[in-house]
């Protein structure tokens, strides 16, 4: 069976410093790779996503950047981290045709301080 | 511009009642939706989808149902139990999810 593993799950980090959440997903081969930020109380917007190894798409701008060095390795990073980048961060995988669910990790939560 | 909602922030629903939790879609080119279920501290949980070539269909304790007439979409819960309680969330999947603000359902013992 599929499954998909986010770390760490909690992550607190000051301003200014540098950020990288890493996502695995096991079990399938050439998922669509996603990563969404969860402000408290809404819904998901997502950020980036990706159809292939080194296949990036940005959906807002943003203080974020994604990276995707394997088929099922997903990397969400920030060189400098500003206030209004805490949230919850929940990656996700769906099979690479469409018309399917997207399966979500269990997140990780950044605070910044 | 296109987008999915919920009727409802917040239901509250007695323990063993049929829970209907609602959503409104606006974007008629949609033909695929995803319900979701996202317990505290969790990232959201499938729960049931359907195609829009269909108006019902059926899980445990789970029935969604289509109105693509008013672009409606709705989850209901049979026998509701306290693990229920949850935020739940639709969504509308174009090979990119939209998804609402969500409903808190609670369950009152």
């Known amino acids: ?113 | 511009g296109e987008s999915v909602g919920l009727h409802l922030p917040t239901l509250s629903v007695q323990e063993g009642d049929n829970s209907i939790i609602n959503c409104a879609y606006s974007n008629s080119a949609s033909d695929y939706f995803i319900w979701y279920k996202q317990e505290s501290g969790k990232g959201p949980q499938f729960i049931i989808d359907i195609r829009s070539n269909m108006d019902k269909r059926q899980g445990q304790r789970v029935t969604v149902l289509l109105n693509k007439t008013v672009k409606h979409l709705s989850l209901q819960i049979a026998a509701t139990q306290p693990g229920d309680s949850a935020v739940y969330f639709c969504a509308e999947n174009k090979g990119k999810l939209s998804f609402g603000a969500g409903t808190t359902v609670t369950v009152r013992a």
């Open chain 1, 1 to 113: 069976s599929q499954t998909i593993h986010q770390w760490p799950a909690t992550l607190v980090q000051p301003v200014g410093s540098p950020l990288s959440l890493e996502c695995t997903v096991e079990g399938t081969s050439n998922p669509n790779l996603y990563w969404y930020r969860q402000a408290a109380g809404r819904g998901l917007q997502l950020l980036f996503y990706s159809v292939g190894i080194g296949q990036i798409s940005s959906e807002v701008p943003q203080n974020l950047s994604a990276s995707r060095p394997q088929d099922r390795q997903f990397i969400l990073s920030s060189k400098k981290l500003l206030l209004s980048d805490s949230g919850f961060y929940l990656c996700a995988w769906s099979t690479s045709t469409g018309g399917q669910p997207q399966h979500f990790g269990d997140g990780t939560r950044l605070s910044i301080l």
